[in-house]
């Protein structure tokens, strides 16, 4: 299968809003307004794990979630950064990165699960994005 073939996920494209596509990735924002939560999928055919990656691919995929991450904490200004790969439920590779607050509503245990996700205001998600895109390295060549 060649890389044309990467589709993503049902799931991970109900829950999120196209942020901009990097190098390796497809970033995301998840439609929850309860914390700023982006989220990066490597646009590689039948990745599951981190492990699944070529040398090359991990190196794109570290470089890109430093840019996100310093990106997601300039902008909101968090207190913590929760990164993680999990996958238990949506088994396509991908990458959450979550700023935590310490007033957030699952302080300071995990976000999944905790409560209901709330919709952003309109205008706020876009907002967000834009703020997020303006942060990227890449961002005005990608």
Known sequence: ???ADWTLDSRLAGDTDPVIDLPLCRLLAMRDANY???I???RRVGAVEIIDLDAEDKTGLMAEITWVSEALREVTECEKL???ALGNTVPQLHVHIIARFRNDPAW???VWGKIPAKPYADGAMQ???GAIRAKL???NSA
């Open 1 to 3: 299968m060649s890389q």
């Open 36 to 38: 700023p939560w982006l």
């Open 40 to 42: 990066l999928v490597p």
């Open 82 to 84: 929760n990164v993680a």
């Open 108 to 110: 300071p245990g995990p």
């Open 127 to 129: 907002s967000f994005i």
């Open 137 to 139: 390295p890449l961002s």
